[in-house]
């Protein structure tokens, strides 16, 4: 499960909406572009040929008038050009090539743009024929700057496109985050935390904290009838177990030994599960204090050492100097508890093995690998629940609750606990 918390939060990139809003924008940055080129190819075509032609209609019809004189009319210019009445060099005109043939130039007599076309007559004498486009050239000039601006749309577009991506996949990371940390933890006291109330995001996350209420209140639920139910039956039980040690100090009878262990073994039961409801509401937090988790870890092997020898069992640690924040009593029975299954589920001259190391600056992991036969990959998880017990286990004395003591230990510690098969057994690996 914790393995496949970095897969959680997305990267923008990696977002669907970042990917259609990318698509948004390529599509419209394609269809500006491509307008934007035809328009300006079209407009220009069009403009060099109707002007090309008004040109050459104008000085056509000065050829049939047979009647020339250099003229200044607003709309038209025509003069005569040849090297001692060149017009261009003597008012120091700026000539530019608009197509073949076709030339611009401001006339600086009035101030204003022609497109001109230079013809040579049958005497070859050079005519200049110009036409005024000074409010044309301002309307394709108008044009270009609204493919300009079009393109700075795109640009626009892109950048809201990112906006939308961050803010969309923020949300959604958020919710996936807050989630995963419940599953984690198992706290479904947190929840998530919006500050808007316009969008979609938003209005999704308000209906899950409506649903995390409900389940909390019905977790709780279940969890306070579990305990009353213990608290309840322990009282009798202790009753019932006291008049069958009275009864058997005074009968020979074996009956009541039988009845003596099962009335311990129920109250074992009850013990464990009041425990572990205490520990998964976070009443024993008040007893955290500064422990040294290698002493912890040195007093669980010494003291379970005995038993791994009985069994002809190997058992060899390599400890590391640790200091963390937390419960003496109860980080030594959650390990003891894992050191417990691990002999007894270890077959005679097996290993068992126990290595600390960090885990990151800040984070110690504690690695408990036996060689004993595994747990089938179906009930690596489940094996935490409550009074579940593996097909191997069942021969096995206990009653299940032992991984579901130590989860909510690990827990109420914000350390997490994973099982996995290795080659030569089971590892358990511990972050605290």
Avoid at 179 to 207: C, K, P
Avoid at 216 to 236: K, Q
Avoid at 281 to 294: A, C, G, M, P, V
């Amino acid at each position: 499960m914790h393995k496949e918390q970095h897969h959680i939060k997305r990267r923008y990139a990696k977002s669907s909406s970042f990917i259609m809003a990318l698509l948004f924008t390529i599509l419209c940055g394609a269809v500006a572009l491509c307008l934007g080129f035809f328009i300006n190819f079209f407009a220009k075509g069009h403009f060099t040929q109707s002007t090309e032609t008004l040109l050459d209609t104008r000085f056509a019809y000065i050829q049939h008038v047979e009647q020339f004189n250099d003229s200044e009319d607003g709309e038209f210019l025509q003069f005569r050009l040849n090297t001692e009445n060149d017009i261009f060099k003597t008012l120091n005109i700026d000539v530019k090539r608009l197509a073949e043939g076709v030339i611009l130039f401001n006339y600086p007599l009035n101030q204003q743009r022609y497109a001109a076309k230079i013809y040579s007559d049958d005497q070859q004498q050079k005519t200049v024929v110009a036409y005024n486009i000074t409010e044309i050239a301002k309307d394709f000039r108008l044009m270009q700057i609204m493919g300009i601006c079009s393109i700075g749309f795109v640009m626009i577009v892109v950048f809201v496109s990112y906006i939308i991506s961050v803010f969309v996949v923020s949300g959604t990371n958020k919710i996936a985050v807050t989630a995963q940390e419940i599953i984690t933890t198992g706290d479904l006291s947190r929840r998530l935390d919006f500050h808007y109330r316009w969008d979609d995001l938003s209005n999704m996350a308000s209906v899950l904290n409506l649903l995390f209420d409900r389940i909390e209140e019905l977790m709780n639920g279940v969890r306070r009838v579990s305990d009353n139910i213990a608290h309840d039956l322990r009282t009798p039980l202790t009753r019932m177990r006291n008049h069958i040690e009275d009864l058997q100090s005074r009968s020979s009878d074996p009956a009541y030994e039988s009845l003596l262990d099962e009335a311990d073994h129920l109250l074992n039961t009850f013990t464990a599960l009041l425990r572990i409801t205490r520990i998964e509401t976070e009443q024993q937090r008040t007893h955290f204090d500064q422990i040294s988790l290698d002493q912890i870890m040195s007093d669980v092997i010494s003291f379970y050492a005995p038993l791994a020898e009985e069994k002809q069992i190997s058992l060899t640690s390599s400890l590391i100097e640790s200091d963390i924040k937390g419960d003496k009593d109860l980080i030594f029975q959650a390990f003891a508890n894992i050191l417990d299954n691990a002999i007894k589920f270890t077959p005679e001259n097996g290993t068992i093995t126990v290595k600390m190391d960090m885990n990151g600056p800040k984070q110690i992991r504690i690695i408990i690998e036996d060689s004993g036969h595994g747990i089938k990959k179906e009930d690596l998880e489940k094996v935490f629940d409550r009074f579940y017990r593996a097909d191997m286990s069942r021969n096995k004395a206990g009653v299940g609750l032992g991984l579901s003591l130590v989860r909510a230990v690990i827990s109420l510690h914000k350390g997490d606990i994973t099982l996995e098969n290795s080659g030569n057994g089971l590892r358990i690996i511990t972050n605290l």
